[in-house]
Nanobody, 112 residues
Framework: VQLVESGGGLVQPGGSLRLSCAAS????????KTWYRQAPGKQRELVAD???????YYADSVNGRFTISRDNTKNTVYLQMNSLKPEDTAVYYC???????WGQGTLVTVSS
């Protein structure tokens, strides 16, 4: 069972990025999918999640700027991030509920 995140990079404030996360095992297909992030010196925090039926949750800090979506046929979850701020800088991780071993994450740096 493996999670592989991609799509991170360096972006200017106000810019956008789209993260992707592919799960290797079909057993994960019908689980709630989640995005977390961990900024330097801080604890990992939940950013957003999406159930199998498409119900979403967003942390207050990203609500209205980030959009989580999923493609069950590809066993992939996405995080569209708009209006990025320097405080969004972090390593972003995907996972499921219940949690499985973490992937390597993808680094997002928001800086001018």
């Amino acid at each position: 069972v493996q999670l592989v995140e991609s799509g991170g990079g360096l972006v200017q404030p106000g810019g956008s990025l789209r993260l992707s996360c592919a799960a290797s095992a079909s057993i994960l297909r019908m689980r709630t999918k989640t995005w977390y992030r961990q900024a330097p010196g801080k604890q990992r925090e939940l950013v957003a999640d999406i159930t199998t039926s498409g119900t979403t949750y967003y942390a207050d800090s990203v609500n209205g700027r980030f959009t989580i979506s999923r493609d069950n046929t590809k066993n992939t979850v996405y995080l569209q991030m708009n209006s990025l701020k320097p405080e969004d800088t972090a390593v972003y991780y995907c996972n499921t509920r219940p949690l499985i071993p973490w992937g390597q994450g993808t680094l997002v740096t928001v800086s001018s």
